[in-house]
């Protein structure tokens, strides 16, 4: 009864609260059951009841409580509750045991159920108030169609509902081939050629419009839908591939792949299928990348997966290496060939002794156990070329291409070979001395700077050069960074700090419009003293060295 109901709920609450555990409080509602009553009896209906309170006990724990309440209502008090995920798929049980046929009698009745659902402490409310908004919710459920189950609008229930919803709608999606594939180029470093591109999902959503992986593939997370995107796009990957080597470009594609994909054991066998009778000539093209983080625990199993995908001609790349466990035995387990390191390390080298530290030692393993590296987010020109100097063979990011749909693709590769790309010139700088690669990658951004602001000979230009681009931006981040990190116990470096200081008053002087003649003798100082700091950046360098300053410490 009642009473005894919600002395129970009462004392789950503070065992809850008590050991920090969630608590779920479901109200059930048998649908349509009056018409059962009033066609068959009441002694029918009675029996359909207790047959049905049955089934309901066989999907509950010894600790949980079943309250009939109603004449069809029900309460269920859950304890201990692992995840919405559990919840949500133990409701779904109860619609299954509801809607499955009953006989009595050689009758044969049919049911379904509404079942409004909230948690605690979620639901921060007392035992009356726990069964009110289960019931709140109860009707709602009833409202949108009944046999089915509805979550008291929280926050987190209207996230679990949002992604439910995700999730059906991107199964549909998959089906009407609503996801499209773009494309970044990766290239090496020191010859600026294009090596391949990352394929790299999307979905067209049909009123959200153009969504990116991390706003879908996080709600599919371990359910069989990774597969099914994996599968799209390989699919979607070869087809492009063929079609591309027909119009004379043969290019390396790199897919991600997900975790659950590596988990399946057939995975081999229904990567062949995809790669059909051209296996031989086209798996040697593809490149699947794997994400260190994602659990890829058993080693053993999912090696064998990887080294017959290996056998096919494929091979593997490890993903956002740096972000997990960054564990040697992975190389000694798996068979991967090409690491990437996670751009979040890369993007900050320049200005954070920690970031470069990391990228610095990924590249030193790397090297260690022969494996060509791929630098991501690589946005500017000179961490290019600090990567470069570290020894990283490949690099990828906006720096070089933002990713780009499909028909953009060979246009762009066409205009990449034939223009003179300033990252095909890099190599030019991998001769000098690499000692101080952090060094000479400051004085590469100062120097560029320089170039673009000087390279504007009338006033105008100028001015309109200089407002455009007021920092060395790379040399900036460096002073403030590793540069003062390694450097700022050595005389030169103040003199830097002071010349440079200088000339950004002077320039915020010329962008504040002076007279023609202030303003030729400003830019003759400005002048001057960017050759200084380029001057003193390189004395900075045989200080360094003979003060014995090493950057590996
Ligand atoms: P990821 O594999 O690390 O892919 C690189 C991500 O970094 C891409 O984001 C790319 O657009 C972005 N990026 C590239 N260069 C730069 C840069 O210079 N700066 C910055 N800030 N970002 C840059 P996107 O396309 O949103 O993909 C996000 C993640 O989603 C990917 O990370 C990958 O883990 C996953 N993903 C993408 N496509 C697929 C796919 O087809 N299948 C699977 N399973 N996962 C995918
Ligand atoms: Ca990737
Ligand atoms: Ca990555």
Same mark, same amino acid.
């Given at each position: 009864n009642r009473r005894l109901l919600t002395d129970r709920l009462e004392q789950s609450i503070s065992l809850a609260r008590r050991e920090s555990t969630t608590l779920a409080v479901c109200y059930l509602d048998i649908d349509h059951f009056k018409p059962v009553n009033d066609k068959w009896g009441h002694e029918v209906g009675d029996q359909l009841l207790s047959a049905y309170t049955h089934r309901l006990k066989g999907e509950l724990r010894d600790s949980d409580t079943l309250a009939?309440?109603?004449?069809?209502e029900f309460v269920l008090v859950l304890t201990n509750v692992e995840s919405l995920q559990a919840v949500d798929k133990l409701m779904q049980r109860l619609l299954d045991v509801s809607a499955k046929p009953f006989r009595i009698e050689h009758r044969r009745i049919e049911l379904s159920a509404s079942i409004g659902v909230t948690l605690f402490p979620n639901d921060d409310v007392d035992a009356d108030g726990l069964i009110r908004d289960a019931d709140h919710a109860m009707y709602i459920a009833k409202s949108r169609g009944k046999n089915t189950y509805e979550f008291f609008d929280s926050d987190e229930s209207r996230q679990l509902q949002e992604q439910r919803l995700l999730v059906q709608e991107l199964e549909q999606g998959i089906e009407s081939k609503d996801l499209v594939l773009h494309f970044q180029p990766r290239i090496e470093l020191e010859t600026g050629d294009i090596s391949g591109f990352e394929v790299l999902v999307r979905w067209q959503h049909p009123e959200r419009g153009l969504l990116f992986p991390d706003q879908f593939l996080p709600a599919i997370k371990d359910t069989h839908l990774e597969w099914f995107v994996d599968q799209y796009v390989l699919q979607a990957a070869i087809a492009t591939h063929k079609a591309w080597s027909k119009a004379g470009f043969p290019v390396s594609l790199s897919v991600n792949l997900t975790s659950s994909t590596l988990q399946m054991h057939d995975f081999p066998a229904r990567l062949k299928a995809l790669f059909g009778k051209d296996l031989k000539q086209i798996a040697p093209y593809f490149e699947l990348e794997v994400l @260190?983080? !994602? !659990?890829? @625990?058993d080693t053993g199993r999912v090696g064998k997966v990887m080294l017959e995908c290996v056998k096919l001609g494929v091979q593997f790349s490890l993903d956002d290496?740096?972000?997990?466990? !960054? !564990?040697l035995s992975y190389f000694h387990d798996l068979p991967i060939e090409v690491v990437k390191i996670d751009q979040s390390f890369v993007r900050n080298m320049l200005g954070s002794q920690k970031d470069y530290g990391i990228v610095e030692g990924v590249l030193r393993l790397a090297s260690a156990i022969d494996r060509p590296v791929v630098a991501e987010g690589v946005e500017t020109i000179e961490l290019g070329l600090l990567l470069g100097l570290r020894g990283c063979k490949y690099a990828q990011g906006y720096g070089i291409a933002r990713p780009m749909p499909g028909d953009q693709v060979l246009p762009w590769i066409e205009q990449w070979c034939d223009g003179k790309n300033q990252w095909s010139a890099l190599r030019y700088e991998f001769d000098g001395p690499t000692g101080y690669s952090d060094l000479n990658t400051a004085l590469f951004s100062y120097h560029k700077w320089s170039e673009r602001l000087f390279g504007q000979g009338e006033t105008e230009g100028f001015v309109a050069a200089a407002r455009e681009n007021m920092r060395p931006a790379a040399f900036e981040d460096w002073m403030q960074g590793l540069g003062f990190v390694h450097?700022?116990?050595?005389p030169h470096w103040h003199m830097l700090e002071d010349l440079h200081r200088l000339n950004r008053e002077t320039l915020r002087e010329i962008c504040a419009e002076v007279d023609a003649a202030k303003e030729e003798s400003l830019k003759a100082d400005l002048r001057q003293r960017s050759l200084d700091i380029e001057k003193m950046l390189v004395q900075l360098g045989d200080e360094a060295q003979e003060k014995g300053i090493s950057i590996w410490n």
């Open positions: 009939r309440i109603g004449g069809d @260190e983080q !994602s !659990s890829i @625990e290496f740096g972000t997990g466990f !960054s !564990s450097y700022h116990k050595l």
